[in-house]
């Protein structure tokens, strides 16, 4: 058990291999039954056609079954630490971790950083609320950053004017999975003793000046959700980190804090605090993730360059489409040094030249069809900050330009999976909304 144990130090799951009374890892199998059930949900469908291929591999699986066993283990095993590998690998990173999201890769980082009650945390005024949720949660005071007009992404000059001496932690956000412009971001950190974390949710695969997204601060957390540009069968997320000395810590980060170099008294190993920054320790929980999550993530890496360029692709036809419309502002499809992921294809539009800002815009795409969501509402306006003593007002003094980008100029389209007829009605129903406003019908 020691060696196999030292293979994989976050966990621990019974699993004794040969032995005349065995202690399996898994305590229930999936039978054929329950894999029928699992293909008819991945793989929808009505109709005789559909029916009959349904029972054809209902008979195969069967089939299957009798000559066949169960994995030995459904959770961080083999295939887990293969994605992990092609994550490191694309990425050009070391040590990083599958997690079960991407929230639970800003919690580990923050818990590093050491933040508590007071301390200071900034992160762009538009963005999920998933960014600012565990200093949050603990009593530090988020700060507020203004965006760039043109990309949706922090400022990094309004960065610089809202850095306190109570600053920890700085939380860049490529929205949509346009880069954020790092380089002063990450001059401001050292000169300031700040720890960057970027939430790379948007960015598997983009990149700023030649590297990833994500790897640039002193962590980057990605999402594997459903809705991203690839997915983990539903959730998950990696952690990266630039910290040399945190890169061992991080898996142990994930599991509790299983230490298996050193053992309690009539135990196979010990639960120690994962260090943390400045000699600082924190107490690990639990973000493991399951096989099946594994190799669904091996599988979407591997056409990971294919997807972003379809997205791409699509990006540069509406592009075409709608740029001889003067009171349009549309997607930058980035160039040398910058290269987004086209998570979100982001629109915006000039309110004097339209006719009428883009509510009105909205609400006519609406009534033609087409779905458009603007990515994310400003922070401050929700309710838990108020309740938590923070005054959207004043905080929307301090943010302009976030307040008029949101309200009147900006808004987002799906780019993936779309036909070109659909992408065609997209584009009408955008100039003919557009015509509409001019002539103020």
Same mark, same amino acid.
């Given at each position: ?269 010990? #639960?120690?605090?994962?260090? @943390?920054? $400045?000699?600082?320790?924190?107490? !690990? %929980?639990?973000?493991? &993730?399951? /096989? ?91 309710? #838990?900050?108020?309740?938590? @003593?923070? $005054?959207?007002?004043?905080?929307? !003094? %301090?943010?302009?330009? &976030?307040? /008029? ?37």
């Amino acid at each position: 058990m020691a060696n196999e144990t030292k293979k994989k130090a976050s966990d621990f799951r019974y699993n004794t291999g040969e032995t005349k009374v065995p202690w399996a890892a898994v305590g229930e199998n999936y039978n054929a039954e329950d894999l029928m059930t699992i293909i008819k949900f991945m793989m929808v469908g009505s109709g005789e056609a559909y029916d009959a291929a349904l029972k054809a591999v209902e008979k195969e699986v069967y089939a299957l079954d009798k000559v066949s066993e169960p994995p030995a283990k459904l959770s961080l095993d083999k295939e887990v630490a293969k994605a992990e590998e092609m994550c490191d690998k694309y990425l050009d990173t070391e040590g990083c971790a599958f997690l079960t999201n991407c929230t639970a890769g800003f919690e580990i980082a923050c818990k590093y950083t050491g933040l508590k009650p007071g301390d200071e945390v900034i992160v762009p005024a538009i963005t999920f609320a998933a960014t600012m949720a565990y200093p949050l949660s603990i009593g530090c005071k988020i700060v507020f950053a203004d965006v760039d007009p043109l990309t949706l992404n922090m400022d990094p000059k309004d960065v610089a004017r809202k850095i306190t001496s109570k600053t920890k932690m700085i939380v860049p956000v490529h929205i949509g999975g346009y880069p954020v412009d790092m380089d002063p971001i990450m001059e401001l950190a050292k000169q300031h003793d700040i720890i960057v974390l970027e939430d790379a949710a948007h960015a598997f695969g983009g990149e700023y000046k030649g590297r990833k997204l994500g790897t640039i601060g002193h962590f980057g957390s990605y999402s594997f959700h459903e809705v991203k540009n690839i997915t983990s069968f539903g959730e998950g997320g990696i952690l990266t980190t630039t910290i040399e000395d945190f890169r061992p810590e991080m898996k142990r980060a994930r599991f509790l804090g299983t230490d298996f170099s050193k053992k309690i008294k009539n135990w196979l190993y010990d #639960v120690t605090p994962i260090q @943390g920054k $400045d000699g600082g320790k924190f107490v !690990a %929980t639990n973000f493991s &993730t399951t /096989e099946i999550q594994g190799l669904g993530l091996q599988l979407q890496i591997a056409r990971i360059e294919k997807i972003i360029e379809a997205r791409r692709e699509a990006s540069a036809y509406l592009n075409s489409r709608l740029a001889g419309c003067d009171a349009l502002i549309l997607q930058d499809l980035g160039g040398d040094g910058c290269k987004p992921t086209f998570h979100l294809y982001q629109l915006q539009i000039d309110p004097e030249k339209a006719g009428g800002d883009v509510q009105v815009l909205k609400k006519k795409l609406a009534e033609k069809g087409v779905t458009e969501i603007a990515h994310f509402g400003p922070l401050y306006r929700f309710q #838990v900050l108020k309740d938590l @003593g923070y $005054d959207e007002a004043a905080i929307a !003094a %301090t943010c302009p330009v &976030t307040e /008029e980008v949101f309200d009147r100029r900006f808004t987002h389209f799906p780019v993936y999976g779309l036909t070109k007829e659909q992408l065609d009605y997209m584009a009408d129903s955008i100039l003919a909304s557009i015509d509409e406003m001019k002539r103020g019908v």
